[in-house]
T-cell receptor, first 114, second 113 residues
C-alpha cells in the first residue's frame, strides 16, 4: 500500500539554527499539506500545495518558515531560525483532490528545539 | 468560519464496553465532517467521513458516526472497544468551497483491560 514518506522522523536542534523537513506524497496526489501539531492539540495547517502552486499559506510564519514543491511531487519545509516555540510534530499529508478527499498522512517529524 | 469542538479531552473505558466520542461543529453553511485516528508516534488515519446522503456513516475498525444537523453534532461510536482502540481521535470539518480541513483538539481514548 502506498504511503506518505517523511524524513527525518526526529530532529533535535538548538534555537537560531536552520532545519528542513522532507515529504514524498503518494504518487499521483496533486494536493500536499504541511501541518504543525503541538502536543495535546489537533493539527494546524501551515501550507497547502496544489501541484507546485501554493493554495493556502495564511498560517505560515513567513518570516522564518518557507515551503516549496518545485516539481509538484516532493516537498520541503524549512525553518530558519528555529525558536523554542517551534517544538512540535510536523505532519505531511497528501490527497488526490483538496478538502473533501481523504488525506493520507505521513508518520511526521518530531522537532525539539533546545 | 467553521470549527469543531471535542467536548472530552480524555475518555477512559473498559474493554468490550461501548464508547461515544463527542464532536460538535459550527458553520453557517453546508459542512463535510471527518473522524481521524492517531496511534502513538504515527500520522493520522481516516476512520470515516460524511459528505452527503445517509446520516449514519460506517467506518473502519467497527466505528460509526451520525451526522445530526439540528444538533450540529457528529459523534463517534463503537459498541465494543478493544485494547487496540487506544489512541487519539480527531474530528475535522470543511465546507463547500473550502480547500482544507479544520481539526478539533482531539480526544484521547484509553481502553482499560
Amino acid at each position: 500500500e502506498a504511503e506518505v514518506a517523511q524524513s527525518p522522523r526526529y530532529k533535535i536542534t538548538e534555537k537560531s539554527q536552520a532545519v528542513a523537513f522532507w515529504c514524498d506524497p503518494i504518487s499521483g496526489h496533486a494536493t500536499l499539506y504541511w501541518y504543525r501539531q503541538i502536543l495535546g492539540q489537533g493539527p494546524e495547517l501551515l501550507v497547502q500545495f496544489q501541484d507546485e502552486s501554493v493554495v493556502d499559506d495564511s498560517q505560515l510564519p513567513k518570516d522564518r518558515f518557507s515551503a516549496e514543491r518545485l516539481k509538484g511531487v516532493d516537498s520541503t519545509l524549512k525553518i530558519q531560525p528555529a525558536e523554542l516555540g517551534d517544538s512540535a510534530m510536523y505532519l505531511c499529508a497528501s490527497s488526490l483532490l483538496p478538502a473533501t478527499d481523504t488525506q493520507y498522512f505521513g508518520p511526521g517529524t518530531r522537532l525539539t528545539v533546545l | 468560519a467553521q470549527s469543531v469542538t471535542q467536548l472530552d479531552s480524555q475518555v477512559p473505558v473498559f474493554e468490550e464496553a461501548p464508547v461515544e466520542l463527542r464532536c460538535n461543529y459550527s458553520s453557517s453553511v453546508s459542512v463535510y465532517l471527518f473522524w481521524y485516528v492517531q496511534y502513538p508516534n504515527q500520522g493520522l488515519q481516516l476512520l470515516l467521513k460524511y459528505l452527503s446522503g445517509s446520516t449514519l456513516v460506517k467506518g473502519i475498525n467497527g466505528f460509526e458516526a451520525e451526522f445530526n444537523k439540528s444538533q450540529t453534532s457528529f459523534h463517534l461510536r463503537k459498541p465494543s472497544v478493544h485494547i487496540s482502540d487506544t489512541a487519539e481521535y480527531f474530528c475535522a470539518v470543511t465546507r463547500t468551497g473550502a480547500n482544507n480541513l479544520f481539526f478539533g483538539t482531539g480526544t484521547r481514548l484509553t481502553v482499560i483491560p
